[in-house]
């Protein structure tokens, strides 16, 4: 039997409209009932079925009732702000762990009697959604095959997905187990460290790669989609380069984008001996003049912008200019020393040089 069948079942045996989502709010299922017009059907519900998911504020509502840690149902009041009829919510729990949620609209005449009626079938849904999230595990243990540069272990992954996708890379944090199976349907991941891979639909992969991250509390990166997933391993190599991105530069935490990276795009693919060395030139600064350098370089050497962006007068800003100048020996009312100095900032940036708050 699967989830729809179940959820009918459930619907049938409770004379209650019906809906099973996933630990992520994701909509699994939903059954109506006889009794199901349109005057007894609140916000929530119409929006989970129509959108495929529940809102943040609304999810925010539910866990403040503990539905997460919940062994058995939980009654929700009424909230008509948030568009919210009374209901009950059965955690969906099998092995001690909560994969989903059974949300029963209740006017008040589900009684804990009537409730254990459809105990049989929680169980069942509950065992369903354990079985679909070990074989996402199982998906998730593959995945570094595809991710693979080896044309040859990529091919052995026997997966098959559907385009476009994004990877994401991101920092784990040591001895720190997080809930990657809560991740939205269609997403895999697998944990590791340093770092845990995640494959995402193209369109999900920002806020799915701000999830993991929150979980961590780390950073994260995304590489550019992919149609073709030979091709996954190119996006899988950009994500890594753009977590680089993330951790040291603070314009681009905690979640960098590929896409979004510009110049450092070409400066996360160098080796820290080779950053060590285009850092150089910035050498004899320290963090103040490297900060206001940088940023007047940052603004296209506009000085206005540049002080006022610093809080600092324009003739202070003249001054840590002229002394920069001094100590680095380059000119920067010239075009090649100007290029010079900025890369020099930008790597030093990344190594976690001199001017970074």
């Given at each position: 039997?699967?989830?729809?069948?179940?959820?009918?079942?459930?619907?049938?045996?409770?004379?209650?409209?019906?809906?099973?989502?996933?630990?992520?709010?994701?909509?699994?299922?939903?059954?109506?009932?006889?009794?199901?017009?349109?005057?007894?059907?609140?916000?929530?519900?119409?929006?989970?079925?129509?959108?495929?998911?529940?809102?943040d504020?609304?999810?925010?509502?539910?866990?403040?009732?503990g539905?997460?840690?919940?062994?058995?149902?939980?009654r929700?009041?009424?909230?008509?702000?948030?568009?919210?009829?009374?209901?009950?919510?059965?955690?969906?729990?099998?092995?001690?762990?909560?994969?989903?949620?059974?949300w029963?609209?209740?006017?008040?005449?589900?009684?804990d009697?009537?409730?254990?009626?459809?105990?049989?079938?929680?169980?069942?849904?509950?065992?369903?959604?354990?079985?679909?999230?070990?074989?996402?595990?199982?998906?998730?243990?593959?995945?570094?095959?595809?991710?693979?540069?080896?044309?040859?272990?990529?091919?052995?992954?026997?997966?098959?997905?559907?385009?476009?996708?994004?990877?994401?890379?991101?920092?784990?944090?040591?001895g720190?187990?997080?809930?990657?199976?809560?991740?939205?349907?269609?997403?895999?991941?697998?944990?590791?460290?340093?770092?845990?891979?995640?494959?995402?639909?193209?369109?999900?992969?920002?806020?799915?790669?701000?999830?993991?991250?929150?979980?961590?509390?780390t950073?994260?990166?995304?590489?550019?989609?992919?149609?073709?997933?030979?091709?996954?391993?190119?996006?899988?190599?950009?994500?890594?380069?753009?977590?680089?991105?993330?951790?040291?530069?603070?314009?681009?935490a905690?979640?960098?984008e590929?896409?979004?990276?510009?110049?450092?795009?070409l400066?996360?693919?160098?080796s820290?001996?080779?950053?060590?060395?285009?850092?150089?030139?910035?050498?004899?600064?320290?963090?103040?003049?490297?900060?206001?350098?940088?940023?007047?370089?940052?603004?296209?050497?506009?000085?206005?912008?540049?002080?006022?962006?610093?809080?600092?007068?324009?003739q202070?800003?003249?001054y840590?200019?002229?002394?920069?100048?001094?100590l680095?020996?380059?000119?920067?009312?010239?075009?090649?020393?100007?290029?010079?100095?900025?890369?020099?900032?930008?790597?030093?940036?990344?190594?976690?040089?001199?001017?970074?708050?």
């Open positions: 039997m699967d989830l729809q069948e179940l959820v009918e079942d459930v619907a049938r045996v409770l004379g209650a409209p019906a809906t099973l989502e996933d630990r992520a709010f994701q909509l699994l299922a939903y059954a109506a009932h006889s009794g199901d017009i349109e005057g007894e059907i609140d916000t929530v519900r119409r929006d989970s079925i129509l959108r495929r998911r529940a809102s504020e609304v999810r925010a509502y539910f866990e403040g009732y539905i997460a840690a919940a062994a058995g149902p939980v929700i009041p009424a909230d008509r702000g948030l568009g919210v009829l009374a209901r009950v919510c059965v955690p969906l729990r099998h092995g001690g762990v909560t994969y989903g949620y059974l029963l609209l209740d006017p008040g005449e589900l009684s009697e009537r409730l254990a009626r459809a105990a049989p079938l929680v169980e069942r849904a509950a065992a369903a959604l354990a079985r679909e999230a070990r074989s996402r595990q199982d998906l998730g243990e593959r995945l570094r095959d595809l991710l693979s540069a080896d044309p040859e272990v990529r091919a052995a992954s026997g997966l098959d997905l559907v385009p476009p996708v994004a990877a994401i890379a991101v920092h784990s944090a040591y720190r187990v997080v809930p990657l199976w809560t991740l939205p349907r269609g997403v895999l991941a697998d944990p590791g460290d340093p770092l845990t891979a995640v494959l995402a639909p193209a369109g999900q992969a920002r806020a799915v790669a701000e999830t993991v991250q929150a979980m961590y509390g950073a994260a990166g995304v590489g550019a989609p992919r149609d073709d997933q030979n091709e996954v391993w190119r996006s899988w190599r950009e994500a890594t380069l753009a977590l680089r991105a993330a951790q040291r530069v603070p314009a681009f905690p979640v960098a590929w896409a979004a990276l510009g110049a450092h795009r400066l996360v693919r160098l820290p001996a080779e950053l060590t060395e285009l850092a150089g030139a910035a050498e004899p600064l320290d963090a103040e003049l490297a900060r206001t350098v940088e940023k007047y370089l940052d603004h296209g050497g506009r000085a206005r912008e540049t002080a006022e962006a610093l809080a600092v007068h324009r202070t800003l003249y840590r200019l002229a002394k920069a100048g001094r680095t020996g380059l000119d920067l009312a010239n075009g090649e020393d100007r290029l010079t100095l900025h890369l020099a900032l930008k790597a030093a940036t990344l190594l976690g040089g001199p001017g970074r708050t």
